[in-house]
């Protein structure tokens, strides 16, 4: 490979030349041209800048990470929909729609989008969107932090929709095990995209998880104690501390495995004294946690729409907050379950079978807790309450699939075949994905003032049921007929063409699943005023933030709340203690906006693009830049402005004409 | 912390959330460090017929690192007591004496690397180099950080004096520098002692 | 459902077939009871939640005629007795469960040894993108094509001249990985005589989807003709020979070569190890 000190490996020859690729990269750019030509159309940029992409308020930010997240679903989705034609028709003598290596970079694509951008998106963003009003506070700790990990989880996002366009992404696989992805057998820029993707959204994760972590910590409403705070904000505590404590060996892992292609150092490589088991070790014991990571606030939610739904205190609240900590604390202690196929000892793999097994424990007492929520309630089933029955029956099959794994023996025979793939779909799919579309649909008119529309919630729904069953049980029975994943061609004779087509309608099914979710959208800003939450308390809820006018104000709280137990806005509106005095409103302080963010988001793209392509004085220009804005904002003063006590009052008044409860 | 000027309840909330929240970034900071002494310990036999961990450390020149190291971290404390009694010509002076001695420490460990990379035992030569040359350069890194930072803090604090911001800022850019102390000492102990035994 | 049933008797119709549940060795059928066991005592747990879920939102529902009755919005503290039966019966389950994988990973551990009879050595070298098998004791060496003697153990030494890969013959048993520098280790047995799919199931680059294999079991008679093939191959697997082989190529159809130097799978191993020769990785037999 050449080397330029302006352009450093870049060159002409990193445009994509096929016609699927160049399909993609059109559809891209077309796509960013399109949505920079409606704003300058309607003069869009202005609003955008100052009430959105410079906003610390975290409400703000949540919406954003729910918008890059679902356009992130889209693009991953696409990857599904090529991949699905791909292994339905390349079959013997055909050679199906795209090559060998761009099929591996599309599932490589899929599960780093999935897992860092979708996943993790939808997570930050409903956390933003009601942790602090669950909480019974004004803002999460550190309001510029939190705007700062955003642009970096955008800056990610970004650097891997720029490897369609500029050169290839990973070809290695989602966790890029060495020594494929070392220098050696992966020369390209793919993996270095991967690598710096992954680093500069994990480095906002891990950011977001201090913040988050400190909030729940630091910031609850006066009397709300660990044992009175809402199942969802126990859930993110749980997540975060495992953020703090997982994604800095994520850093570490991806920063030795970059060292090793960019400096030609030996942490993992064939040869030269490395070791690539150790590789496998580090990601893994980073990649365990981060499955509770993403599915503990999933958790959390289904605890909050459960409650809400049935009408009912939640069951079994010192169980479920055992649980958490259990599964908190044995998610590290199972990380080598995804390699017993390494050659450990015996005695080694069954002790990492033993503790995942002992992790069904705390999730099987979860869920007769929602059951024992259910009992003798008055249970609507509004769309929430649909994820949470599909996520029951699903997640429930797909445990029963991880628990035959933990099983080391049964493992040898399913480790890397699609019985594990669809075994971990159906975990991710109705564990995480299911219950943060419960908890957009359910807090949904607590930020935009009105509902969502239901019924075509609930037919987004079924297409999602249905499709991931067509999708997903044919991966099951490949398994068990020996197909393993990530084959971008296999022979005629094996007869697995038929599970492949049906895998492909179940795909299609939930794209259409998913088309059906932007319609309800569309369909609900066009019907708002009849969908309009004019009360605040549109499902009957018993949490604080049910407390406050829908779209809850800029400063959550107009006074702010005492807590004198459990599920302080049920017992309030019952005849219990009042949520709060009747002194005049108090200015409220909220932080101003703030453009240095953005900035640090730009400059780590800078960084990221510099690093990939060897432009060392761009990746020096970003780092520094980044460092700067870092400081630029510890050491400005006056970050912070006033909301006067009589504007509050005014608004207030305005908002709670119809509200569940008097001002 | 206590501070001297009259604090107010929303004082307090800010100063222990940002102390909170600081602890807890050390701690994935302590991670991570982790995960690099970890990485050094299972590649430290990886020296792929180059030099050993015995002929490549000098423990009395480590020993000297680590003494210059400490006593930066006891002029940080003289510069936080000179600050708790709002003397800014002392808390200065103290905050030269630190940068001073990390900027040494940092020089030698920079002159002990140019020495091992001339000598054909640069961090590509074999895994156990990649893992020490890693994790003693991350801790290098951190001390220029803290430097930078604590130049920032100076600045800041002539231009302002004893601000409630400065204040705490102070406060955790000690905690900051009494970490990399910890670090070090794990570094000491389980890279050089434990290398030339 | 049926929908998933009905294309999976179609493709049982058109030649798929299930290794996983119907296995030809020893190792494959302890592998299947250990996943039908397990997968029956999770039901155990997944029938009661599956009922009481449809129950309880059918019973439940805010639109039953009783429901106002029905309804105790404070009724949150499951008893003693239901929160303990809950958290005792998953835990029993695991307890048996954990019992069972204790003892089968030991049992079915795959440096165990099958039986007491003596076993056929293949030493096993995944290559970019194929797999090379040496019969040491007969001094030929085969690719892609695994030549094995019915109801005779097999002890396999593998390690790669590539990225990892993972060795799996579904119908005998379950997979092990191959990695550069290492040696690790996998005993199976064909009980029948008959052709079974091989292939690698861990991603090792742009050819990995070519490199299936024939695992091809025959009767002890049939498998000493076939090495007398091979030795009359006149196709010595020397060192230039090897480096042609080792380069990336894929969907290799199969090869034998009449002789192999018995160095060569310690060679290709040592390769990548310290030049003193002294082990470097301490994680091997973790």
């Known amino acids: ?663 | 912390m206590t501070g001297p000027t009259l604090m107010t309840p929303e004082m307090r909330a800010e100063d222990s959330k940002a102390v909170f929240g600081f602890f807890t970034y050390l701690m994935t900071d302590f991670v991570l460090f982790a995960a690099l002494f970890a990485t050094y310990a299972v590649l430290r036999s990886g020296t792929f017929g180059g030099a050993a961990p015995a002929s490549v450390f000098n423990a009395p020149f480590a020993l000297l690192e680590t003494l210059i190291l400490l006593s930066s971290s006891f002029a940080c404390g003289l510069a936080l007591l000179a600050a708790r009694r709002e003397n800014l010509r002392n808390t200065l002076l103290a905050l030269s004496a630190t940068f001073v001695l990390g900027a040494a420490f940092l020089a030698l460990e920079l002159s002990e690397f140019s020495r091992l990379v001339a000598s054909g035992a640069g961090p590509a030569r074999s895994a156990f180099l990649s893992s020490y040359f890693t994790l003693v350069g991350t801790h290098g890194l951190h001390v220029a950080l803290g430097l930078i930072w604590m130049s920032a803090l100076a600045l800041s604090l002539r231009m302002r004096g004893f601000t409630r911001g400065n204040l705490r800022k102070l406060a955790l850019w000690s905690l900051f520098w009494h970490f990399l102390d910890i670090i070090w000492i794990f570094i000491f102990t389980i890279v050089y002692l434990f290398g030339i035994i | 459902m049926l929908i998933i049933a009905g294309a999976a008797w179609f493709a049982h119709a058109h030649g798929a077939s299930f290794p996983l549940l119907s296995p030809a060795g020893p190792v494959g059928l302890a592998e299947r009871s250990i996943m039908l066991f397990t997968f029956a005592l999770s039901g155990i747990v997944v029938i009661p939640v599956f009922f009481l879920l449809f129950y309880f939102s059918y019973r439940y529902r805010a639109g039953h005629p009783k429901a106002r009755a029905h309804h105790h919005p404070e009724w949150d503290h499951p008893t003693r007795f239901h929160e303990v039966f809950w958290w005792l019966i998953p835990s029993l389950i695991i307890a048996v469960l954990a019992v069972v994988a204790w003892r089968s990973s030991a049992f079915l551990n795959p440096y165990n040894p099958i039986g007491a009879a003596p076993a056929l050595t293949v030493e096993v070298v995944a290559l970019d993108w194929k797999w090379l098998f040496i019969y040491p004791d007969q001094g030929i060496a085969s690719v892609n094509r695994l030549e094995l003697p019915a109801g005779v153990p097999v002890h396999f030494l593998l390690t790669a001249d590539a990225p990892m890969n993972s060795f799996w013959i579904p119908a005998l048993g379950g997979q092990i990985m191959a990695m550069p520098g290492m040696t690790t280790q996998l005993n199976l047995e064909a009980r029948a005589t008959g052709t079974y799919d091989g292939a690698s199931a861990n991603i090792s680059g742009e050819g990995f989807a070519g490199m299936a294999f024939a695992a091809v079991s025959v009767s002890p008679e049939e498998f000493d003709a076939w090495v007398k093939e091979a030795k009359s191959a006149h196709r010595p697997l020397d060192a230039t020979a090897y480096r042609a082989l080792a380069a990336p190529s894929s969907y290799v159809p199969p090869t034998l070569y009449s002789s192999v130097s018995s160095g060569l799978f310690p060679s290709i191993m040592m390769s990548y190890m310290e030049p003193s020769g002294a082990t470097t990785s301490m994680m091997m037999r973790m």
């Open chain 1, 1 to 663: 490979m050449t080397h330029s000190m302006l352009f450093g490996t870049l060159s002409w020859s990193v445009f994509p030349t096929n016609v699927v690729a160049i399909g993609g990269g059109v559809i891209l750019v077309g796509g960013v041209l399109a949505v920079a030509g409606l704003a300058t159309y309607f003069r869009l940029w202005k609003y955008l800048w100052r009430e959105w992409l410079t906003s610390l308020d975290p409400k703000k930010i949540g919406v954003m990470y729910l918008v890059v997240s679902a356009v992130m679903l889209a693009r991953g989705g696409a990857d599904v929909i090529l991949m699905r034609i791909q292994q339905a028709t390349s079959v013997g003598a055909h050679a199906g729609i795209v090559s060998a290596s761009h099929f591996q970079q599309l599932f490589s694509a899929h599960g780093s989008i999935m897992i860092f951008f979708v996943a993790m998106g939808f997570m930050f963003g409903l956390i933003n969107l009601v942790l602090p009003l669950l909480l019974g506070t004004r803002d999460v700790a550190f309001p510029f932090l939190n705007s700062a990990s955003f642009w970096l989880f955008v800056a990610g996002a970004g650097l891997v929709n720029l490897s369609l366009i500029i050169g290839d992404f990973s070809t290695a696989g989602w966790l890029s095990y060495p020594p494929l992805s070392e220098l050696a057998y992966s020369p390209g820029s793919g993996v270095d995209y991967w690598i710096w993707a992954l680093q500069i959204g994990g480095i906002g994760s891990l950011l977001s998880g201090v913040n988050f972590l400190t909030t729940v910590a630091r910031l609850r409403a006066t009397g709300m104690t660990w044992m009175r705070m809402p199942m969802f904000a126990w859930t993110v505590a749980g997540s975060m501390s495992l953020v703090a404590f997982a994604f800095p060996v994520l850093t570490v892992t991806l920063a030795l495995l970059w060292l090793d292609r960019t400096l030609g150092m030996h942490f993992f490589t064939a040869g030269g004294g490395g070791n690539m088991m150790m590789y496998v070790n580090l990601i893994w014991s980073w990649g365990h946690p981060e499955v509770y990571i993403l599915i503990l606030p999933a958790f959390g939610v289904f605890s909050e729409v459960v409650a809400c739904f049935s009408g009912k205190k939640l069951a079994g609240y010192a169980s479920m907050v055992i649980s958490i900590w259990g599964i908190v604390f044995l998610s590290w202690l199972v990380w080598l379950h995804h390699f017993f196929t390494m050659g450990a000892g015996a005695d080694v793999n069954a002790f990492f079978g033993i503790m995942t097994m002992i992790i069904a424990v705390p999730t099987g007492v979860k869920i007769f807790n929602w059951l024992a929520t259910m009992y003798r309630g008055r249970i609507r089933f509004a769309t929430p309450m649909l994820w949470f029955m599909g996520f029951v029956v699903l997640f429930t099959l797909g445990g029963v699939a991880g628990v035959v794994m933990a099983e080391p023996p049964a493992d040898y025979q399913l480790h890397n075949s699609l019985f594990l793939v669809a075994h971990f779909h159906t975990m991710i799919v109705s564990g995480v994905l299911f219950g943060y579309f419960a908890g957009i649909t359910y807090w949904f008119p607590k930020i935009f003032g009105f509902r969502l529309d239901e019924k075509l919630g609930a037919a987004a729904f079924w297409f999602w049921t249905t499709g991931f069953i067509l999708a997903f049980g044919p991966l099951y029975v490949l398994g068990l007929m020996g197909a393993t994943r990530r084959l971008d061609h296999y022979a005629a004779g094996l007869g697995w063409q038929p599970m492949f087509i049906v895998a492909g309608i179940g795909a299609a099914l939930v794209m259409i699943g998913f088309a059906l979710q932007v319609a309800q959208v569309v369909r609900s800003i066009r019907m708002r005023e009849t969908l309009r939450d004019t009360t605040g308390d549109p499902w009957g809820g018993r949490t604080l933030e049910w407390s406050v006018p829908s779209p809850a104000p800029e400063y959550n709280f107009a006074r702010l709340p005492l807590v004198h137990g459990r599920d302080p806005f049920w017992s309030a509106k019952h005849g219990g203690a009042e949520l709060w005095g009747h002194e005049p409103y108090e200015d409220v302080r909220v932080p101003k906006n703030s453009s240095l963010g953005v900035l640090i988001g730009a400059f780590a793209l800078l960084l990221g693009f510099g690093a990939v392509w060897h432009i060392w004085w761009l990746a020096a220009l970003g780092l520094l830049g980044a460092v700067a804005c870092v400081f630029v904002r510890a050491f400005s003063e006056n970050t912070e402005r006033t909301i006067s006590g009589e504007r509050i009052a005014h608004l207030e008044a305005a908002a709670r004409r119809h509200a569940a409860l008097p001002v």
